[in-house]
């Protein structure tokens, strides 16, 4: 049986290219079938509805990744038929009625006051905060890029509220980033324990896990397909 496809699904700052050094790694390991989302962050419905997209082009069984608030998309898009696996990288799951808003406010990432909206509506990390805040155990160099490109999200796409939660539905596993400035690591926690994952790894890394150790996160998704 031939593996199942694995859908990335980034979150707020970035693009589907924060995904880099996961595909190169999917790929070497020998991943045929790699595809990664880029979402609009205009609201939860608009990034839903885009990735469901893409899920609905794979012929065959999707392993669904998601990183930060991509976590709530693929919450959210998770209950196609077709998807077989929810892989959350220092992600936000929301239980239905629960946005990532309300799970933040519970306990307050140590990078909150770092966070800026604009006069359009958009919510940024401002770009002299972004290293310490969102990646700061990657190069500076790479920090800088992903700084200045950062896709910012309509903020109140942040307050969007989940309906059914997939992970009620689909086995899961749970990456924390012990050392997250953006979604603090015991909501990680709190989140990943009450969806019962098949696995859960604690990694010593900064919220851009997905860069700063690709490997390791390789290996949860490597779990998970092998279990599948």
Known sequence: MSKPAVVLVHGFWGGAGHWAEI?????????ETIRAVENPLTSLADDVARTQQM???????????GHSYGGAVI??????????????????APDAGESPQQITERQPPA????LVPDSDGYLW???DAFHESFCQDVPADRALVM??????????????????PAWRHKPTWYQIS????????????????????????????????????PSAVVDLIDEAVGTL
Do not use: C, W
């Open 23 to 31: 595909i190169v790694e999917l790929d070497k390991r020998g991943h």
């Open 111 to 114: 990078a909150a006051a770092n």
């Open 75 to 92: 919450t959210a898009a998770g209950n196609l038929p077709n998807v077989v696996g929810l892989v959350y990288i220092a992600a936000f």
């Open 55 to 65: 899920i609905k082009q794979v012929d065959g069984p999707v392993l669904l990744v």
């Open 147 to 164: 700084a200045v490109t950062q896709k910012a999200p309509q903020a109140a796409t942040f307050g969007d509220v989940v309906t059914d």
């Open 125 to 127: 990390i401002r770009q």
């Open 178 to 213: 012990t050392e997250d400035r953006m979604i603090h690591p015991d909501n990680q926690r709190r989140m990943a324990e009450r969806m019962s994952p098949r696995a859960t790894i604690e990694l010593d890394a900064g919220h851009a896990s997905l860069a700063s150790r």
